[in-house]
């Protein structure tokens, strides 16, 4: 069992930053994938970004050059850099562990205002 715990919650002005932070209860350097997913209202929920146990990384297209993910195996602790944030950006973030099985954090909400 691995709990995810996410930290950062939010309110920025548009153009500005924010690091959101997710803390997992034990080792994660065995997960095949961690990552940042996140869900608007009636939509569904959508990968931002993801890093694999190799280092890889994954961006939607919507987030490229503006986001990054990181990972602190030290620490358990995955990070997601968010830069030059857009209103469109507003949604409730989720952590996403995959080791398997999969695992999902409690979501932190991100507000972008413009």
């Known amino acids: 069992q691995v709990q995810l715990v996410e930290s950062g919650v939010g309110l920025v002005q548009a153009g500005g930053s924010l690091r959101l932070s997710c803390a997992a209860s034990r080792s994660i350097f065995s997960a095949n994938t961690m990552g940042w997913y996140r869900q608007t209202p009636g939509k569904q929920r959508e990968l931002v970004a993801a890093?694999?146990?190799?280092?890889?990384?994954n961006y939607a297209n919507s987030v490229k050059g503006r986001f990054t993910i990181s990972r602190d195996i030290a620490t358990n602790t995955v990070y997601l850099q968010m830069n030059s944030l857009k209103p469109e950006d507003t949604a409730v973030y989720y952590c996403?562990?995959?080791?398997?099985?999969?695992?999902w954090g409690q979501g932190t909400q991100v507000t972008v205002s413009s």
């Open positions: 890093i694999t146990k190799g280092g890889r990384t």
């Open positions: 996403n562990a995959e080791l398997p099985p999969v695992y």
